[in-house]
């Protein structure tokens, strides 16, 4: 099934500092969806790219997406310690549910 | 507050006890979904639904059951013949029409099978 694979598996950067995942995947969208999950918890949603769309800022995200390499990026500018967590990508296809890869952990040091 | 809730957040099962985990929703949202997440891995679909009365098997459907009688209700029992209960099972729910089907989810069900 189409999922999204995310790269790094692990990231660990210093407060202040960027942090940049990858997201690669497999068949044409309509849009791919960024979540981040803390520890525990459930997953939140962040962003949204439409197929059409090649970039998106939504405060300090900033999100790219490349249809032709099939790939998208999510870029965390300016980290916290309150942006450890888990990020996933999401590819939708026509239908109606998205499949998740296996994410990428940020560990965020202060 | 509009939000999902999930029922029990921990619950504990012996092997070959049948357990039903709740979810609730009050976005009035059509599409209801279960994942599945293992330890350090990500997410894995269950079951989905797009409308009451009908549902569809994700990826790893073997073991678990679902019914969706109600647009706000639709819970996940794990049977006994699910081999490795053992997991964090969460709850989503989203749009069918309009907007780009994001997904909300709920707090998740941790189910420890001893």
């Known amino acids: 099934s189409q999922q999204g694979e995310e790269d790094p598996q692990a990231l660990s950067i210093q407060e202040g500092e960027n942090a940049t995942m990858n997201c690669s995947y497999k068949?044409?969208?309509?849009?791919l969806q960024w979540y981040r999950q803390n520890s525990g918890r459930g997953l939140v949603h962040l962003i949204l790219?439409?197929?059409?769309?090649r970039e998106k800022h939504s405060g300090r995200l900033r999100v790219t997406l490349d249809t032709s390499k099939k790939s998208s990026s999510l870029l965390i500018t300016a980290s916290r310690a309150a942006d450890t967590a888990s990020y996933f990508c999401?590819?939708?296809?026509?239908?109606?549910?998205?499949?998740f890869g296996g994410g990428t952990r940020v560990l965020v040091k202060p | 507050d509009g939000g999902i809730t999930q029922s029990p957040k921990y619950l504990f099962r012996k092997e070959g006890q049948n357990v039903t985990l709740s979810c609730e929703q009050n976005?009035?949202?059509?599409?209801m979904y279960w994942y599945r997440q293992d330890p350090g891995q990500g997410l894995r679909l269950i079951y989905y639904?797009?409308?009451?009365?009908?549902?569809q098997k994700g990826d790893i459907a073997e073991g678990y059951s679902v019914s969706r009688e109600k647009k706000e209700s639709f819970p996940l029992t794990v049977t006994s013949a699910q081999k490795n209960p053992t997991a964090f099972y969460l709850c989503?729910?989203?749009?069918?029409?309009?907007?780009?089907?994001?997904?909300?989810f709920g707090e998740g069900s941790r189910l420890t099978v001893l």
């Open positions: 989503a729910s989203s749009m069918v029409l309009g907007g780009g089907g994001e997904l909300f």
């Open positions: 068949t044409s969208i309509n849009n």
């Open positions: 790219i439409r197929s059409n769309e």
């Open positions: 999401a590819p939708r296809t026509a239908g109606n549910k998205l499949t």
């Open positions: 976005l009035n949202h059509d599409a």
């Open positions: 639904s797009q409308i009451v009365n009908d549902f």
